[in-house]
Structure formats: structure tokens, C-alpha cells
């Protein structure tokens, strides 16, 4: 399968955490954005709403 680049919003949370993990285990490089949750480097504090 092709690598792919893949953002999750929402990717702090706890069904948003558990997909990042899973793509990046399946070789993806994954960006997670997230309002509340951004201690990571691989992701971002941003509001989509915005």
C-alpha cells in the first residue's frame, strides 16, 4: 500500500488518538490537529472552526 500523507482533526481526543496511532502504525505520516491538545510535535493547536 502507498504511503500517505493524512491529517486527523480532532486527533486529541480519544477515537481521533487511537486512528493516528493506527495509520502511523500502518506507515502513514499522519498531522493531528486538535483545539485543546497540542504537547506532541506531530501536532497542531488550531480550531477548524476558525
Do not use: C, P, W
Not at 486529541?12 to 498531522?31: C, D, M, S, T
Request: charged share 30%; aromatic share 6%.
Amino acid at each position: 500500500m502507498e504511503t500517505q500523507r493524512i491529517l486527523v482533526t480532532g486527533g486529541g481526543g480519544f477515537i481521533g488518538a487511537n486512528l493516528v496511532k493506527e495509520l502511523k502504525r500502518r506507515g502513514h505520516e499522519v498531522i493531528a490537529s486538535d483545539l485543546y491538545n497540542a504537547d506532541r510535535d506531530d501536532y497542531i493547536r488550531a480550531d477548524v472552526r476558525n
